[in-house]
């Protein structure tokens, strides 16, 4: 197997994986868009609020005082502005996003899953020659006076 034939297998095998996670993160809305239905609520306003009273119904004694549980952290939440870092836009992380433009993921989600901004993503984009360059814009004809 040649070098380049190597190359083209292992675009291949990441352009999959990008897919899979693609299918594996729908996969997982889904579960989660049916999780108020499968426990019998009409609205995800009352599978909210009854999960809310079972988590503070949770671990409390009869009788005795325990300790304030702490309050729950939220997941994947975004750093305050001023304390953002920079991602390191590696070639390999280069790589991995033009497979995932060429299995026809979108900026924005690509921006998402590798945790870059979606000009970047344009950028990575551009310098790999998958987008169309701007056409130079007519120039606008003299006004008469």
Known sequence: MSFTEQIAELEKAKA???QAEAKLSADRVAALAKLPRDYGYTS????????????GKAG???????AKAPKAVKADKAPKAGKRTRAKITPELKQQVIAAVQAGASGAKIAKDFGISLPSVQNIKKEAGLVKARSAAAPEAPIAS
């Open 16 to 18: 999959k994986i990008v």
């Open 44 to 55: 995800l306003n009352d599978f909210i609020k009854a999960l809310k009273d079972a988590a």
């Open 60 to 66: 409390k004694t009869k009788g005795k005082k325990s």
